[in-house]
C-alpha cells in the first residue's frame, strides 16, 4: 500500500465567488451571525488581543526579574502584572484558543454538518467570552488585581483590597463561554455525523476535542461554584473557606484545582488534535494506532479528574491521600507518552516535507516531551515538596502551555490559514518565525528549570543576587521568544490581502474540510457529504484526485 | 577579548558569567536521597527526550519527501504501541515508590526531634524555640540533630522552603503542620515563603543557621528572652481564667490537663482521639469540635482572644504539664538550653529542668 501525492499546483487556483466571508457584509452580519466560521474568526481576533496584552504582562515580568530588586516594578505592582498575565493566559487565551476558534471553525465541517448544533449558544459563548474580557479589562483599569491566577483564600477573601470580586466574575463568565463551547461540540460530534462519519472514521482533531468538550462541561461548573464561594465570602462572610469561622481554607484548594488541573488537559487536548492533523499530512501517511491515539485522549480525560490533588502535596493532606494521587498521576502520564511515540512512528516510511505547521509540531514533539517527563518529577511525592512552588513549576507548565499548547494554536492556525481565509501565509519567513519560536522558547524556560531545583520561588519581585545570570538568559529568551510570536501577527495580517490563493486543497489532506472550497461556503456543503472512507486515507484521496482530473480533461 | 572591551568591565563580565549557583547546596541527612532521584530522573527524561529526538531525527532525514517520494500506509502494531505503553509505564512505577519513599521519609519525624514552633504572618517568619528564644526570619539550629518544626500562619497561606535541606511545608491558617530535618552542614542558608501571600511575598525570607553543636548551646544560652515558652503559658493559663475549670479539685468543670498530652481521651460522641498540637489548639478556640466525655460544653471559645504565638504558649505549657501546674515555675531558664532528652512523653524535647527543680 503506498501512496504519491504531490501538492497541486496553485497557479491556477481562483478564489470563490461566493463564500462566508464575503455572503454578507457589514458589522452587523458579523455580530448577529450564527455561522460557526464567523464565530471562529470573531474568536480568533479576541483571543489574539488577549494574548497580547498578556504577552505585555509577560514581558514587564522579565524585565523586572532581569535584576534581583524590584527596581523596575513595584512589589504590588509586580503582583498584579503576574496575575493580570496568568489570568488572562489561562482563562482569555489558552482555554479557548484551539477550540473556540480552530474547533469552531472545523468541528462541523470535519464530521459533515452544516453548523454547530446550537448555532445561537454559540454566538451567545462569544458574547459571554467579550463580556467577561470587559470585566477584566476594567479590572485591569480600575487597578487591578493581585491575587494570583489561583484565588487562593485567605488571602484572596480577606487580605486584599483589589478587584478580586470583578476578577472573579469575569471568571466566572468566561468559564460559561467555554461550557456552552464543550456542550455544543458534544452535541454536534454525537448527533450530526454525515451519513457514514462513524466514530472510528472521525479525524483525531474531533476525538481530541470531544475528551476536552467532556472536560469543559463537567469541570468548568466547579471552578463557577468555587469563584461564588469565594465572591459571598468576601462580600458577606459566609465562612466556608475561614478557619475563624470553622471553614476549611484548603477545601478551596480542592476545589480549585478539581477544574483547574483538568483544566490543564481542556488546553492540551485540542493542540493534541492539531498535531495528529498536521503530521499525518505532512508525512502523507496515516496516524500510527488511530484507535491508541483516540483513547488515549479519553483516558487523559477520565484520568484528568483524579489528580487535582497532586497540587496539594506538601499543604498536609493526609499522607496516603497523597500515595493515591501520586499513583493516578503516574498513569495519566502514560496516554501522552503513548501519544507522543504514536506521532514519532507516524513519520515511519512517510513521505516528509517540511511546511511551517510541521515545523510548529516537531517544536511541541519536543517541549511537550520535556514538559511531560518533569511533570513526572512533580508527580513524584518526594521529589515534588523540593520542586513545588518555585521556578520549576513555572518552566515545567510553560513548557506543556506555551511550548505544548501554543506551538500546537500556531501549526493549527498556519496549517488551516488557506482553508479559512482562502490565501497562503509567506512559507519562507514564516519557517523562520517557527524556529525564532523555539529557540527563544527553550532560552526562556530552561534556566527556569535549574533556577527551581535551586530553590528561587515563584512570584518573587525580588531574589537573592546568585540566581540573577539565569533570570538574564530568561529575559533575553524571552526577547526572542516575542519575535517570534510578533512575526505571525504581521505576515499573516499582510497575507489577507497578499498571500497566495491557496485553492480548496493546498496540502493534499484527506479531512472533509480540505474536500470544499476555500473559504468554504457559509454552508459548507453543497450537499451533505456521504462518508465512504477512514480518516487519513491517503489512497482515497489519490483515486478521488484522479477521476477528478478525468472529469475535468 | 581584552582589545575590544574595556578590562574592568572584562572581569566583571567574567566573574558574573562564572560566578553564579546552579546547584543548591546539599546540607541535611535529606538532602543526598532527594538528590539521587532527581538524578534518576533526569537521566530517565534525557533518555525519553533523546529516543523521541532520534525517531523524528532519523525518519525527518531517511523518509523525507525528496528521498522517499512514496508513503507507505501502516496501520499501526499492537506490540509497537504496548511496548512504548508499558516501558514508560514500569519507569513511571519505580518513579512513584521511589518519590513515596523519599516522602514518607521527609514527612515522618523521628520520635527524638527537637520540636520548634513557627508562625508564618504577612509578612515574616517568627521563629518560638521552646527555651524562650524568639527570632524574626531567622532559624538558629544544631547540626546533626534531628528538629522538627511546628508550623501555622496567623493569617494567610505560607508555604516554608528550606532549599538546602529539600524541605517545603505549607503554613496554613488555623491548623498545625509539622516539617523536619536532619542538618549536616554549618552554613546559613535560604528560608524562603514560596507560596504567594501578598504584597511583600518576596521579602518573606530569611536565613538559617546551622551550627555545631557547642556553637548552638552558646548561642541559645546568649539569646533566650528568660521566659520559656511554658512559663508564658502558665501566665496566660492564669490570666484568661483556665485554672478555674482545669484544675485537680474534685467538682471541677473542666478535665484535669496534667499528662493529658500524647494521651487518649474519649469523646461525647464515642470515638476516641490522641491529644495532639493540634487537638489543644482546637479546643482554646473551638470547644465544641470535640466534646470531651463526662463535661458538660461549658466551655467558652477563645477565638479572637488569644493569639497564634499565645495559642502556642499554652500549648507548650499543657504538653509540658506531667503532675500539676507548679512544675515550670521554678525552672530557672536562664541556667541552660535546649540539651536534648529525647524521652519526654509525646516526643517533643522539653528544656532541661534546672538543678535543684523540685517536683512540688
Known sequence: MSTIVSLPDQSTARLPKVSYLNKEYGLKSWLLTGDHKRIAVLYMISITFFFFIGGAMAALIRLQLLTPYSDLLAEDTYNKVFTAHGLIMVFFFLVPSVPAT?????????????????????????????????????????????????????????????????????????????????LNFIVTIHRMRAPGMTWFRLPLFVWSHYAASILMVLGTPVLAITLVLVVLERTIGIGVFDPTKG?????????????????????????????????????????????????????????????????????????????????????????????????????????????????????????????????????????????????????????????????????????????????????????????????????????????????????????????????????????????????????????????????????????????????????????????????????????????EVTTVG | MQHFISPVLWQFLVKWLTHFAIFPPEASTIAPYADALYFFLIVISVIGLGAVAFLVAFFSIRYRQSRNP?????????????????????????????????????????????????????????????????????????????????????????????????????????????????????????????????????????????MKPEDYQAWAAGSTSGHSLAQNGERLFASLGCNSCHNSTPNAHGPNLANVYGSHVQLANGQVTTVDDAFLRDTILNPTLHEVAGYAPIMPTYQGQVSEDGLIDLVEYIKRLDSNYRIDQTIDNSAGQPVQTGATPGGTSAPPLAPGAVKP
Not at chain 1, 457559509?522 to 484522479?546: G, M, Q, R, S
Open chain 1, 102 to 182: 480552530i474547533g469552531n471553525f472545523l468541528i462541523p465541517i470535519m464530521v459533515g454538518a452544516k453548523d454547530l448544533a446550537f448555532p445561537k449558544i454559540n454566538l451567545l459563548s462569544w458574547y459571554l467570552y467579550v463580556a467577561a474580557g470587559i470585566m477584566m479589562l476594567c479590572v485591569l483599569t480600575f487597578g487591578g488585581v493581585d491575587t494570583g491566577w489561583t484565588f487562593t483564600t485567605p488571602l484572596s477573601t480577606h487580605y486584599l483590597n483589589t478587584n478580586v470580586v470583578t476578577a472573579g466574575l469575569a471568571v466566572f463568565v468566561a468559564g460559561f463561554s467555554s461550557i456552552f463551547t464543550g
Open chain 1, 247 to 547: 471553614g476549611d481554607p484548603l477545601l478551596f484548594q480542592h476545589l480549585f484545582w478539581f477544574y483547574s488541573h483538568p483544566a490543564v488537559y481542556i488546553m492540551i487536548l485540542p493542540g493534541m488534535g492539531v498535531i495528529s492533523e498536521v503530521i499525518s499530512t505532512f508525512s502523507r501517511k496515516r496516524v500510527f494506532g488511530y484507535t491508541a491515539v483516540a483513547f488515549s485522549s479519553v483516558a487523559i480525560a477520565v484520568f484528568g479528574f483524579f489528580v487535582w490533588a497532586h497540587h496539594m502535596f506538601i499543604m498536609g493532606i493526609s499522607n496516603y491521600s497523597a500515595l493515591v494521587f501520586s499513583l493516578l498521576t503516574m498513569l495519566v502520564a502514560v496516554p501522552s507518552a503513548i501519544k507522543i511515540f504514536n506521532w514519532a512512528a507516524t513519520l515511519y516510511k512517510g513521505s516528509i516535507t517540511f511546511e511551517t505547521p510541521m515545523l510548529y509540531a516537531f517544536g511541541f514533539l519536543g517541549l511537550f516531551t520535556i514538559g511531560g517527563l518533569t511533570g513526572v518529577f512533580l508527580g513524584s511525592l518526594g521529589m515534588d515538596i523540593h520542586l513545588t512552588e518555585t521556578y520549576f513549576i513555572v518552566a515545567h507548565f510553560h513548557f506543556v502551555m506555551v511550548g505544548g499548547m501554543l506551538m500546537a494554536y500556531l501549526a493549527g492556525v498556519h496549517f488551516w490559514w488557506p482553508k479559512i481565509t482562502g490565501r497562503m501565509y509567506p512559507e519562507g519567513v514564516s519557517r523562520l518565525a517557527a524556529v525564532t519560536t523555539f529557540i527563544g522558547f527553550v532560552l526562556t524556560f530552561f534556566p527556569q528549570f535549574v533556577l527551581g531545583y535551586l530553590g528561587m520561588p515563584r512570584r518573587y519581585a525580588a531574589y537573592p543576587p546568585e540566581f540573577q545570570v539565569l533570570n538574564v538568559f530568561s529575559s533575553a529568551g524571552a526577547t526572542v521568544l516575542g519575535i517570534g510570536y510578533l512575526l505571525p501577527l504581521l505576515y499573516l495580517t499582510w497575507s489577507l490581502k497578499y498571500g497566495k490563493i491557496a485553492g480548496p486543497n493546498p496540502w493534499q489532506a484527506t479531512g472533509l474540510e480540505w474536500q470544499i472550497q476555500s473559504p468554504p461556503l457559509t454552508e459548507n456543503f453543497e450537499k451533505t457529504p456521504i462518508v465512504t472512507h477512514e480518516a487519513y486515507d491517503y489512497e482515497w484521496l489519490a483515486n478521488k484526485t484522479k477521476n
Open chain 2, 70 to 210: 512514496v508513503a507507505t500506509q501502516i496501520e499501526g502494531s499492537t506490540l509497537l504501541e504496548a511496548t512504548w505503553t508499558i516501558i514508560p509505564l514500569i519507569l513511571f512505577m519505580i518513579t512513584f515508590v521511589w518519590g513515596a519513599l523519599l516522602y514518607f521519609r521527609i514527612y515522618s519525624p523521628p520520635p527524638n526531634a527537637m520540636n520548634i514552633y513557627v508562625v508564618g504572618k504577612q509578612w515574616m517568619w517568627k521563629i518560638e524555640h521552646p527555651g524562650g528564644q524568639h527570632e524574626i526570619n531567622a532559624l538558629h539550629i544544631p547540626i546533626d540533630q534531628p528538629i522538627q518544626l511546628t508550623l501555622i500562619s496567623q493569617d494567610v497561606f505560607h508555604s516554608f522552603s528550606v532549599p538546602a535541606f529539600r524541605v517545603k511545608r505549607e503554613v496554613i491558617p488555623g491548623r498545625y503542620n509539622t516539617v523536619w530535618f536532619e542538618a549536616t552542614r554549618p552554613g546559613v542558608y535560604h528560608l524562603f515563603c514560596t507560596q504567594y501571600c501578598g504584597t511583600l511575598h518576596s521579602q518573606m525570607i530569611g536565613w538559617v543557621y546551622a
